[in-house]
C-alpha cells in the first residue's frame, strides 16, 4: 500500500509538473499569451486604456445626450465640419462643454476638416440617373452641366490631365466604378463596369492618381482661423494628408494662437501612405481613415495599410486612431455583428490608442448603446495583452532601430515604466506641462494606469482624450 501510494505521489508530482512545463510554453508563445478560458468566461476587469472618438450630430449634441456618451465612455468629442456651419458647431460645442463640466471631466474637441473632395455635378430636374454596365458615358469638367445617363459634371478641373486610358473611377462610395476609354481636351469618356444609380453631388475617387488640389480649402483655413483658434479647440483632424509640407501649412495657418493645437493627419489615399514616414515625423498623430482608403487601395489591402501605420506610430511614439464603419451595423441595429466586435478588437491588438465611432453616434438610432459597446469590446481586447512582453518588445526594436542614444526624456519614461512592470506599482505619476512625457511613458505602454498632473487644461485635454 505504501508503494502504491508512493508511486501515485511521483505520478502526481510528474503530472503537475508537465502542466507547469506546458503552461509555461503556453505564457512564452508569441501571440495572445495572455487569453484563458477564464478570460473568455468571465467579464475583464481593470481601467480601460483605449480611448473612444464620438463624432457628434443630430443623435447625441444635446446635453443629455453627450452626457450619456461620457458616462458611457467618450474621450474626444469629433465635429465634422464636411456638415453645418459654425453656428451650429459652436452649438454643439457649448453643449459638449457643459456636459464635460457637469461631469467634472475633460472632453477633449477634435475639428476634422472637410478637406479637398471631387464630386459629380446636378442632374437634370435633380433627377437621379440609372448607368448601365457597359455604356459610355462622359465626364465634363463644365460644372454648371445638369448631368443624364449619357453625360455628368465633376468638379475636379484637371481631371482630363490627371487620369489616363485604363484609370479606373469609384464614385458614390465605390458603388459605381468605371474605366476610362477616352481623354478630351475638357472631359473623358468612361466605360460602366456594374449598373447603379446615380444622384446629385456624389464623390469620386480617383485610386493611385495624384490629385492636383490644396490639402487646406479656403473653407478649411476658415474653419481653422475663426472656429478652431477662436473656440480652442484640442485638435484637428487634418482630412486627405499627402505629405508632410500639408502639415507645416496647417500649422501656419493655425499661427501663434493656435500653436499648442494637436494635429491628427488622416491618412485617406496611396500619396499618404507612400509619403507615411515624413507624414509621421511631422504630425502629433494619425488617423487610419479607412473608408477612403479603401477607395484608393484595393480594400484586402486595407487591414495591411491598418498594420504598417500603427506599427510606425507606435515606434514613434505618436498616437493613432482607427476609424471608420467599426460598429456600422449599430446605425440601425442596438448590437453590432461578430466582425465588428473582431475588428474593433484587432484595432486594439494593433496597438491603437483610439477608435473612433461616425455614424453610429451622429446619426444612429443607439449612440450610447454604440459607445458602450465600443467600450467592453476594447476592454476585453485589453485583457488579451502581455504589457510586460510589450514593454520588452518595444524596447528592443526601439533598441535596435535607433542611430543614437535615447534622448533624456524617453530615456526617463522607458526606466518609469520599466520599474513599475519590476515593483508591481499601481499607479504611475507624471507631472508635465506640454504632454510630451506621458507620450514617452505611453509608447512603453505600462499595464499600470497613468496620473497625468498638469497646470495647463488644454493639455489635460489632450491626454485623457489620445493617451
Known sequence: AAAAAAAAAAAAVAAAAATTTASMAEVNTLRNSNITLESIIKPATGERKTKIVC??????????????????GMSVARL????????????????????????????????????????????????????????????TTDYE????????????????????????????????????LEIRDTSIVVEMLNNGVLGERKNMN????????????????DDLQNFAVVHGVDFIAASFVRKASDIHYIREVLGARGRNIKIIAKIENQEGLENFQEILEAT??????????????????????QKLMIRKCNLMGKPVITATQMLESMIKNPRPTRAECTDVANAVLDGSDAVMLSGETAGGEYPIEAVKTMASICKEAEGAINYSKLYTAMRNTVNLMRLNPLDTPEAIASSAV????????????????????PRLVAKYRPATPLLVLTADPECARQCEGLL
Not at 165 to 172: P, T, Y
Open 55 to 72: 463624432t457628434i450630430g443630430p443623435s447625441c449634441w444635446s446635453k443629455e445626450n453627450l452626457i450619456g456618451l461620457i458616462d458611457a
Open 80 to 139: 465634422n465640419f464636411s456638415h453645418g456651419d459654425h453656428k451650429v458647431h459652436a452649438n454643439t460645442l457649448a453643449n459638449i462643454r457643459a456636459a464635460a463640466a457637469e461631469r467634472n471631466v475633460n472632453v477633449a474637441v477634435m475639428l476634422d476638416t472637410k478637406g479637398p473632395e471631387i464630386r459629380t455635378g446636378k442632374l437634370e430636374n435633380g433627377k437621379n440617373v440609372e448607368l448601365k454596365k457597359g455604356s459610355k458615358v462622359e465626364i
Open 145 to 180: 452641366f445638369e448631368g443624364n445617363a449619357s453625360k455628368i459634371a465633376c468638379s475636379y478641373k484637371e481631371l482630363p490631365h490627371s487620369v489616363k486610358v485604363g484609370s479606373k473611377i469609384l464614385c458614390a462610395d465605390g458603388s459605381l466604378t468605371m474605366r476610362v
Open 206 to 221: 480617383l485610386p493611385g492618381v495624384v490629385v492636383q488640389l490644396p490639402t487646406i480649402t479656403e473653407k478649411d483655413q
Open 284 to 305: 502629433d498623430g494619425v488617423m487610419v481613415a479607412r473608408g477612403d482608403l479603401g477607395m484608393e487601395i484595393p480594400a484586402e489591402k486595407v487591414f495591411l495599410a
Open 418 to 437: 520599466k520599474t513599475v512592470i519590476d515593483m508591481g506599482a499601481k499607479l504611475l505619476v507624471v507631472l508635465t506641462e506640454t504632454g510630451r512625457t
